[in-house]
């Protein structure tokens, strides 16, 4: 059974930083894209950043390049958030690629290709 345990959320100031940790079981790790995604109350959940399951590509959306970056090991997948905004207050989601050993560039981002998720963490910027 695949299980993802997201930890790291915490209330933090704007301008402050978190790390993001997502710890799967359950399935060949080193052989999954995975994916970070949040949502926000009153939205809908969205991409925010993925990783290769050779850690050698990566993607991120237009609104955290240059401020997150998403890593792996060989047990988890990071994700470190600097320069945090009001704006990315949200629970921060990670989730599984649904193909073995496939990276696409033009669908990392869509929810539909994830198919196992964890249950979340809550990340809330105070200003």
């Known amino acids: 059974q695949v299980q993802l345990v997201e930890t790291g959320g915490a209330l933090v100031q704007v301008g402050g930083s978190l790390r993001l940790s997502c710890a799967p079981s359950?399935?060949?790790?080193?052989?999954?894209?995975m994916g970070w995604f949040r949502q926000a109350p009153g939205k809908e959940r969205e991409f925010v950043a993925a990783?290769?399951?050779?850690?050698?590509r990566t993607s991120y959306a237009d609104s955290v390049k240059g401020r997150f970056t998403i890593s792996r090991d060989n047990a988890k997948m990071y994700l470190q958030m600097n320069s945090l905004k009001p704006e990315d207050t949200a629970v921060y989601y990670c989730?599984?690629?649904?193909?073995?050993?496939?990276?696409?560039?033009?669908?990392?981002?869509?929810?539909?290709?994830?198919?196992?998720w964890g249950q979340g963490t809550q990340v809330t910027v105070s200003s």
């Open positions: 359950g399935l060949m790790f080193s052989s999954y894209t």
């Open positions: 989730a599984v690629y649904g193909s073995f050993r496939v990276w696409d560039p033009l669908q990392v981002g869509a929810l539909r290709k994830y198919n196992y």
């Open positions: 990783i290769s399951w050779s850690g050698g």
